[in-house]
């Protein structure tokens, strides 16, 4: 398993590849500027999901809200990301258009190519919440992101948003040329339910024997159906992510529960992971999604599958779109777009 440990240990970012839960007995805390942030987000009045209904959770305050804010007040300049080129266009589905955002780095093309899925469990946010990450990516890996939406959850139950992701995969493929990249060189990422997605499609492509992905970013993804593991008991109240609000996702996007038996949610369940491109995963030390994460990145390395797997310590779930005012988020960061651009090289 392959650790960009130098990047990472610089910026204070904690390993636990070969930690026992024991390392987790006791209820971590967030670093000094992720709690910055998370007080920022409850002083935007931002309630937890379980307790409130669809259309407030899809309008209230968003963890990326609070550390836009964050930015704001500290004065931290826009600059290099915003000038990343942003183009919006909608990608053809049977289910209908999905709204996409092309974001491209200065340069001469073809550019290769990042299809990222946002996260909201698949019932809140869309592509401006989730802005930060495709820019961020786009400047580092030298590449064309398309950040795609996908139709949401209770309106379009599972899998819709499965199906979605596949088209705009296929789509991609396809015309990525017209957009000046190389569809040669595609790698799919996606944080929580968008790494959900983005797993999904490389195992889609493998299996249909398409066009494959190069490399998969998967970010704190959805990986498992099992809601008592070590990081869903260490975490159970964390913020802005906690038990009661996956059970709250849950509700929303399946017909029963027992549909999240399906081996598109339970990818740790599966045991047809070979032959998929190298992955990063990417985990939060305060976030219940952390153990299948970490779950998933071990069976594919068992598999064969290359796998760089990051913990990163004193953060929480949605820490990675906070490059700007998390330092550990931006060296997260650097290490994923490194991984990216190791791949498109091949």
């Known amino acids: ?30 670093d000094p500027q992720m709690q910055t942030v998370l007080d920022t987000l409850k002083s935007l009045q931002a309630k937890p999901f379980h307790p409130i209904g669809v259309p407030e959770a899809r309008t209230q305050a968003s963890a990326a809200d609070a550390a836009r804010t964050v930015q704001r007040d500290r ?91 596949w088209a705009a995969f296929a789509w991609t493929v396809e015309n990525i040329h017209l957009l000046n990249g190389d569809a040669k060189r595609i790698a799919v990422a996606g944080e929580s339910a968008g790494g959900n997605l983005a797993a999904n499609v490389a195992l889609m492509a493998k299996e249909k024997k398409s066009t494959q992905p190069v490399h998969q970013l998967l970010v704190y993804p959805i990986a498992g159906n099992d809601l008592d593991t070590p990081s869903y008991r260490e975490n159970a109240d964390a913020a802005p992510l906690g038990k009661a609000d996956m059970e709250w996702f849950i509700s929303h996007v399946f017909a029963s529960k027992e549909q999240t038996s399906d081996p598109r949610i339970n990818l740790v369940g599966r045991t047809d992971l070979a032959g998929l491109p190298p992955a990063t995963v990417i985990t939060a ?41 998390v330092d550990k988020a931006k060296a997260t960061v650097d290490a994923a777009n490194a991984d990216l651009v190791k791949a498109f090289g091949k």
Not at 2 to 15: E, K, M, Q
Not at 120 to 144: C, Q
Not at 145 to 159: C, W
């Open 1 to 30: 398993m392959t650790i960009n440990i130098s990047t990472l240990r610089n910026a204070g970012l904690v390993f636990v590849l070969l930690a026992t839960p024991a390392a987790f007995a006791q209820e971590a805390k967030p």
């Open 75 to 165: 004065k931290v300049s826009p600059n290099p990301e915003v000038k990343v080129a942003t183009r919006d266009i909608a990608i053809p589905s049977p289910m209908g258009a999905l709204p996409a955002r092309v974001y491209t780095p200065e340069g001469n093309g073809p550019f290769p190519v990042v299809l990222y899925f946002h996260g909201g469990g698949w019932v809140v946010a869309d592509l401006n919440t989730y802005d930060a990450t495709p820019r961020a990516l786009a400047l580092g890996s030298k590449a064309i992101v398309v950040s795609v939406d996908y139709h949401h959850a209770p309106e379009s139950k599972f899998p819709a948003q499965h199906d979605d992701a």
């Open 285 to 325: 030390q305060i976030d219940p999604l952390r153990s299948e994460g970490q779950a998933l990145a071990a069976k594919m390395e068992a598999a064969g599958v290359a796998v760089n797997l990051i913990n990163v310590d004193g953060v929480t779930h949605e820490f990675f779109g906070m490059a700007k005012v």
